[in-house]
């Protein structure tokens, strides 16, 4: 099984870029499906942006298209999640997930989590 870990949340200003890191561990990296998730207070958690194995192909949610990259280093068994131009609506717990299988975009399609990172944009 694998364990994944984010870091790199904060507090940021409007404007802003952050990239956050998920490092995973107990298992061959290459062979999952990678993918950021956020959960804002009060609501669902919803899907980013996730990459494949190789992380040439990948794929978004429609409303952090051009703002948001994900990429993976599979030597580091690490995926990154670049946000740029960052906004208050942006405040969310972040968490990683990864999944055994091709890109997915529902929760319940990825088998394991990290524990979260806070991002915390201000205004």
């Known amino acids: 099984q694998v364990q994944l870990v984010e870091s790199g949340g904060g507090l940021v200003q409007a404007g802003d870029s952050l990239r956050l890191s998920c490092a995973a561990s107990?298992?061959?990296?290459?062979?999952?499906?990678m993918g950021w998730f956020r959960q804002a207070p009060g609501k669902e958690r919803e899907f980013l942006a996730a990459?494949?194995?190789?992380?040439?192909?990948?794929y978004y949610a429609d409303f952090v298209k051009g703002r948001f990259t994900i990429s993976r280093d599979n030597a580091k068994n690490t995926v990154y999640l670049q946000m740029n131009n960052m906004e208050p609506e942006d405040t969310a717990v972040y968490y990683c997930?990864?999944?055994?299988?091709?890109?997915?975009?529902?929760?319940?399609?990825?088998?394991?989590w990290g524990q979260g990172t806070q991002v915390t944009v201000s205004s």
């Open positions: 107990g298992g061959t990296f290459s062979f999952y499906t």
């Open positions: 997930a990864a999944r055994q299988g091709w890109l997915a975009r529902t929760t319940n399609d990825y088998g394991y």
């Open positions: 990459a494949a194995w190789n992380g040439e192909t990948t």
